[in-house]
């Protein structure tokens, strides 16, 4: 198997920049006698790494992680568990690693922000102060953006883009289907978190239908006409599954503007679709307590410095992951995980009374085509004078026409990060 060797360099990059650090020992025996209240909410992959990495800076200030679920469960590898190839449980991780580094957990949902008196609102009745806040909250769906579209919905027409019952319900569906029966999913405009997520998701949905249910199909309505890792998809689905999946974009008629769930049907401007299983991917915003908080604009997502990932709307509140705005940093596990150690190192220096520096940021997003074969895309980052930019010729598409052993190698090397990474996050 001959790899490709701009691949290799890549990834030595991409692993070089994921691993830099981001503070000096020197900055850490001078942090060490800092002593604060940070509050972090959000449990995911942005929270949870942040509040690991700010302990560790930090290690006398007392750092509190606001979650109200005991087990997160992973978005990433989630479409293959749709496909068929993993467990829900292998996508499940508690927080035992975290209380082990002298984190407090309150396992509660936060419910307001007042960033005047610096604190926040549990739905257990508890209010915690604060001097710096990191908000983790990740998505929430825009339940009116989509006519027909709300929480009955949604069970019966799963957007499954919130790992857990939602990722369970869609493959027992797709379980459940006959022979012959047609899939149609809903994939919606940009800004959503994991671009390339829907079109990885149809590639594993119709790698089932091919071994399992033959005579079976996937329709793709897109409200897009260009999509993250289009070639190597359509690559991927002309060579694989041509008899099984069906890409429409948004100039032939693939936009869908209203559903019915009842009889699972989704309408574009000149057709209607029937669907035995509809997968509805439908527009989001960022998570709920972030508008409650005053951190959201009239997109419906949050504006911050690059630098140190404050928001630009209040004060003392940092905000990563994907709930942010972070233009061209995509939102993905990837680019929250490194948000995630630049703005505990940014909350650091500045409560210790020195400014937040500009550093070299990264993501890479890989997707699987079929049960054991992967590609990806990379982009590396400046976060200069508070705003994000893109570093040229630094990043990289997996190539075309590779060969099975490229393709298998980088399923491989995504199974390595999915380990990193949420070793990282939960320990």
Known sequence: ?????????????????????????????????????????????????????????LPNTSVTLVEPNPVFTACPFSNLVIGGQRSLADQEFGYR????????????????????ARTVTLDNGSILSYDRLIMSPGISIRWDALEGYDRAAAELMPHAW?????????????EAMEDGGTVVMSAPAAPFRCPPGPYERASLIANYLKTEKPASKLIILDSKDT??????????????YPDHLEWRG??????????????????????????????VIPPQKAGEIAERAGVT????????????????????IHVI??????????????????????????????????????????????????????????????????AFSSIEGAGGISPLAADAGIRQAEALQAEDWFRTITSEAFG
């Open 162 to 174: 919130k790992a857990g019952t939602q990722t369970v319900l869609l493959r027992r569906q797709l």
């Open 297 to 316: 604009d009239a997109t419906g997502w949050c504006p911050i410095n690059a630098t140190s990932f404050e928001s630009t709307l209040q004060p003392n």
């Open 97 to 116: 690693g975290l209380l082990g580094d002298g984190i407090e957990i309150a396992q509660a949902l936060a419910t307001d922000v007042d960033s005047q």
């Open 227 to 240: 999509f993250s890792k289009m070639p190597l998809f359509q690559e991927a689905w002309a060579e694989h």
């Open 250 to 279: 948004a100039s032939n008629d693939g936009r869908v503007n209203r559903v019915a769930a009842d009889t699972k049907t989704l309408y574009t401007d000149f057709d209607e679709i029937r669907a035995d299983v509809a997968n």
């Open 1 to 57: 198997m001959a790899l490709d060797t701009n691949l290799l360099s890549r990834r030595k990059l991409l692993a070089a920049i994921a691993s830099v650090t981001l503070i000096s020992a020197s900055d850490l025996k001078a942090f060490a006698q800092t002593r604060a209240k940070i509050v972090v909410i959000g449990g995911g992959f942005g929270g949870a790494t942040a509040a690991r990495f700010i302990k560790s800076y």
């Open 321 to 386: 992951g994907d709930a942010t705005i972070a233009n061209p940093m995509p939102k993905s596990a990837f680019s929250a995980n490194l948000q995630a150690k630049v703005c505990a190192a940014s909350v650091a220096r500045l409560l210790s009374g020195d400014a937040a520096l500009p550093t070299t940021l990264a993501n890479t997003c890989y997707s699987f085509i079929t049960s054991d074969r992967a590609v990806s895309i990379a982009g590396v980052y400046r976060n200069d004078d508070g």
